[in-house]
Every structure is written in C-alpha cells, then in structure tokens.
C-alpha cells in the first residue's frame, strides 16, 4: 500500500521569501512518481511539478522546485519568492508501478497564507 | 489546453434521492477518474475508468456507481443520497497509463440534506 504524509496542516510565510512543504512517502514499489498540486480556493487541481523515482535530479518548475530525498523517503515542495497569489491547499501525490500505476495517492494537504 | 468540465459547481439534494453527477473532458483522454475531497482526508478515488465501458474500483466505491458510454464523458451516479455523501467531488482525467498528469475539474460541491 502507498502512503502520503504532510505533517504540517498550515503554514504562513511572508511575501517574498522561500517557503518548504512537507511530504514523506512510503511505498513497496520499485518505480514510482510524486506529484504536487495546488489547489485554490476556487477548488480546482492544479498540477505544480512531477518527480520520478529514478530521475537523476531535483524537478524544477518556475519558482517551484521539489526536494527530492529518496533515502528519507521525503518530496518537499520548496516555493521561492512567495507570492499573494500562493495562498492556497497544497496536496503531495504519489503514483506506484504496476497495478498502482493508475491512480494517485494523495496527502491531507497543507494550507499555505502569504502574507503581505 | 485540456478542459475537464463537471456539470454543476454546487448541488443541494435530498436523502434518498438519486443523484448524477457529469464529466466531461475535451483532450480524448482514456483514463477519466472521480475522487471525493473532504477536510483532513485529502482526496480519495472513488472510481476509476480506464476506456470507454471498463471501470474499476477506488478505495471508497461503496455507495457510488460509474458508467462511462462515451469516451468523452465519465457519470458518478449516487443510487441513493445519503447525508455521508456531503463533499465536494472532483473529476480528473488523463491521457493514458503511460502519462502522468491528472488534469481536474472544478469540482462539484454536494449537500445532502
């Protein structure tokens, strides 16, 4: 069975500066993917960033970069240069291989304010 | 850009009633899923359609069904409402198995009264 755990269910950060989410992972699967996605308050998904297992480097997207450390078994989302516009749910995600592939695991979320 | 488009934002029923909630995507995506999203339980699959006829079970099927005719569209038919059906849903789709990303709709937020 696949696991998702985000530990921290808010955060504030100021505007400007870098902020770090939580995500650790358990899983048996020898192949796998994280995923992290943002959700507003206007309730729609919205994909951020993607890492594979065996990819050799930490994802970057933008102002987004996931903090791969697969040893920890940890996939922390790190936002640089907070924006008012970040402020919303954030949801770690992880896909397995095999009979897993097909669906996402997903973490209870952590809700980010950016504060002026 | 992919849409994934859900047939209502919110809905108000009533226990016992039967309700159907539509998806609909725009990409020609095979896989098409349907989630539920409740406060400190993130989201949870409900069902999950891998082509056109073929469904198979999430973690949480009981009380739903699916059907999906059409390839473009994925229902969630609630037989009979009951008030632990109160959430917000949320359709997603994806170009096949060998893809990553899940695109989601809006969500449908559903009361049951």
């Known amino acids: 069975a696949q696991k998702i755990t985000q530990t921290q269910p808010g955060m504030f950060v100021q505007e400007k500066e870098a902020v770090t989410l939580d995500c650790t992972y358990d899983t048996s699967d020898p192949s796998y993917g994280l995923f992290w996605y943002k959700q507003p308050s206007s309730g729609e998904m919205i994909f951020l960033i993607y890492q594979g297992s065996y990819d050799q480097q930490n994802a970057t997207e933008g102002r987004y970069s996931l903090n791969f450390q697969k040893a920890r078994k940890s996939a922390n989302l790190v936002i640089s240069a907070s924006q008012l516009g970040d402020s919303a749910m954030y949801f770690c995600a992880m896909k397995g291989s095999g009979g897993s592939n097909y669906k996402l695991t997903f973490g209870k979320g952590t809700l980010l304010t950016v504060n002026p | ?113």
Not at chain 2, 16 to 27: A, N, R, S, Y
Not at chain 2, 44 to 49: A, D, P, T, V, W
Request: charged letters at 25%; glycine letters at 8%.
């Open chain 2, 1 to 113: 850009d992919v849409k994934v488009t859900q047939s209502s934002r919110y809905l108000v029923k009533r226990t016992g009633e039967k309700v159907f909630l539509e998806c609909v995507q725009d990409m020609d995506h095979e896989n098409m899923f349907w989630y539920r999203q409740d406060p400190g339980l993130g989201l949870r699959l409900i069902y999950f359609s891998y082509d056109v006829k073929m469904k198979e079970k999430g973690d949480i099927p009981e009380g739903y069904s699916v059907s999906r005719e059409k390839k473009e569209r994925f229902s969630l038919i609630l037989e009979s409402a009951s008030t632990n059906q109160t959430s917000m849903y949320l359709c997603a789709s994806r170009l096949g198995l060998a893809y990553n990303e899940q695109f989601f709709g809006p969500g449908t937020r559903l009361t049951v009264l």
